[in-house]
């Protein structure tokens, strides 16, 4: 979950109170947010908030709600005015990020804690809300030192031309980006526009850049703490979300100005000649049955009680009787979307600590699940044979389950969109490259090595019945697999017989008839073309095993002899 962090002062200072360390960690655990002191920094607080929540990713809307819900303030009321710069949308935009949304904060005033607080918002959302860029991103301008109205166009990276943010001179996209690749903080972001034959860019009505979303602002445009009017701008491919981003900063930023006033930005799209007006602040009424609440949180309160509960957690809602009850909530709250979410309210604000502890009505008798205790019967089994477990990771490189394996047209793997490093690139559809390198760290160890791993891979394709799944569940182009892989190290032979036995010795325990299953000639590259076989269990491959290959053990720094076993132990549930 995100974590933001707060000069400790700051916060006591912000919230009215003085706490201890004690009292705090209860209150903010209640409201259902965790802090965190550390010991290399005393001044600081850090605050783990949900990730449904992205509006307290800022200091000033944990302290907001926190005095609400502590009785020490109500919830605030914003004014709205309406909107007199406009941005245009050009159609080229539907390229690559086809929306924007915006608004105007006037007359506010800044510290340099409250300056860095916003910075520190914006940043907290693209990390995670907007899911580093990808979906939204935010641009936030000194409004005196641009001029409306705006335009949000697509062009050509050559034909983008400016001082970018920190740069000291202008330059086109092509060379601003050469320069940001040496960035350490955005020469991750240059990915998400890259590749598209476009480039969106904002730039007011003198033609002078505001920003290059989702990589940077313009130097032209840049704010400080010194800043009195602030343009807001959200770009995205998704609309939904842009709005719901925009509203979490204006509900921070607005106290900066004594009116909590918010100025609108029409938003006129070229292709559709759609207009739109944001942010768009309409508080939701959402009708709930106290009878559900009462029965979803084990409590009994009235419709009047549920009012006064909501209240403390800026929720105003209506008893219309005594069971129905209408909620408003506030445009900021993206996560409350239905019954549930206001009964989830309501158990914070009644205090979870105090609902009683009942046994159920019913008595029920749970089992294991099958797949899991095949899973422990075969870990037995082979442990029993003398093989050692080991656990490895679930990510790994493309390169590992493909070229490194001697099998580079391997496409069933499913890859991560988003990878950190290269060492985690996609989902293991394979459990070998990870034993592999478990052997490789074992080297010290003495021979012979015999090691097994039963763990789920993830491949893509559809579940089937055959495979092991039950009966309508869910589809969605991949699938998790048990599988178990064996191996065996010796410095004089290959000794293929170990595993062939392995095989044979869990097929009989596993009661699976002789005439279920044998061996086949197979020609996978992994193996020496003559030491391998396919397994096949009713006319059904499900793995293989053999003698590895010298060139896969040479790439994973291995130099003697190995035996591989691996199969989906999955097909057998259906007889288990």
């Not at 209506?318 to 979410?341: G, H, M």
């Not at 991560?416 to 490789?440: C, W």
């Amino acid at each position: 979950m995100p974590k933001i962090s707060s000069d400790k002062k700051l916060f006591f200072k912000l919230l009215g109170k003085e706490l201890n360390e004690e009292e705090l960690e209860e209150l903010v655990f209640r409201f259902g947010i965790e802090v965190e002191e550390r010991e290399e920094e005393p001044d600081l607080l850090y605050f783990e908030i949900a990730a449904n929540r992205p509006d307290l990713l800022c200091i000033e809307n944990v302290v907001h709600a926190l005095r609400i819900y502590m009785g020490l303030e109500k919830k605030r009321v914003y004014t709205f005015t309406p909107a007199k710069e406009t941005i245009y949308v050009k159609a080229a935009t539907q390229q690559i990020r086809p929306f924007v949304v915006g608004a105007i904060l006037r007359d506010v005033t800044l510290t340099e804690d409250s300056f860095k607080s916003f910075l520190s918002f914006q940043d907290k959302i693209h990390q995670n809300y907007a899911r580093k860029r990808t979906l939204v991103s935010i641009g936030t301008h000194d409004l005196d030192k641009i001029e409306g109205p705006f335009f949000y166009d697509a062009k050509a990276p050559y034909d983008i031309v400016f001082q970018a943010l920190k740069q000291t001179e202008q330059m086109n996209c092509i060379d601003l980006f050469n320069k940001l690749r040496e960035d350490q903080y955005l020469k991750g972001y240059l990915k998400i526009i890259e590749n598209s034959p476009v480039y969106p860019v904002i730039y007011d009505n003198q033609k002078r850049v505001c920003s290059l979303p989702p990589i940077i602002n313009g130097e032209h445009s840049k704010m400080s703490a010194e800043t009195r009017n602030i343009l807001i701008e959200v770009t995205a491919i998704d609309e939904q979300r842009a709005l719901h981003t925009l509203n979490c900063l204006i509900s921070g930023f607005a106290i900066y100005n004594q009116k909590l006033n918010i100025e609108k930005v029409n938003i006129v799209y070229e292709l559709s000649q759609k207009q739109v007006v944001t942010p768009i602040v309409d508080e939701r009424t959402l009708t709930t049955n106290i009878q559900y609440i009462n029965k979803i949180l084990g409590i009994n309160i009235t419709t009047q009680q549920a009012c006064d509960l909501l209240l403390t957690m800026g929720i105003d809602s209506v008893a219309k009787d005594e069971n129905i009850l209408d909620c408003q909530v506030p445009f900021y709250r993206s996560d409350i979307l239905q019954q549930c979410d206001i009964a989830e309210e309501i158990g914070i604000a009644y205090d979870y600590n105090k609902i009683e502890f009942k046994v159920p009505e019913t008595a029920t008798t749970g089992s294991e699940y099958r797949l899991n205790k095949l899973s422990d019967m075969v870990r037995e089994e082979v442990a029993l044979c003398g093989f050692v477990e080991c656990l490895n990771f679930v990510l790994m490189s493309i390169d590992e389950q493909t070229k490194m394996l001697n099998r580079p047209n391997l496409q069933n793997y499913v890859s991560l969109n988003n990878s950190k490093t290269p060492q985690f690139q996609s989902v293991r559809s394979t459990l070998i490259p990870g034993i592999l390198h478990t052997l490789q760290a074992n080297s010290d160890s003495k021979l012979p090595i015999k090691l097994f791993e039963v763990s789920d891979v993830c491949v893509k394709g559809l579940k089937s019945e055959k495979d092991g799944f039950q009966k309508g569940e869910g589809q969605v182009g991949a699938h998790n697999q048990r599988n178990l892989v064996a191996i065996h190290s010796s410095s004089k032979k290959t000794e293929l017989e170990i595993l062939h036995g392995l095989l044979d010795q869990l097929m009989i325990k596993l009661r699976v008839k002789k005439t279920d299953y044998h061996l086949k000639q197979s020609n996978d590259p992994l193996f020496f073309h003559q030491l391998q076989a396919q397994i096949i269990y009713k006319d059904q491959p499900i793995g293989g095993l053999g003698v590895v290959h010298p060139e896969v053990l040479e790439r994973f720094d291995w130099k003697y002899p190995v035996t591989l076993l691996e199969m989906n132990i999955q097909v057998i549930l259906n007889d288990f």
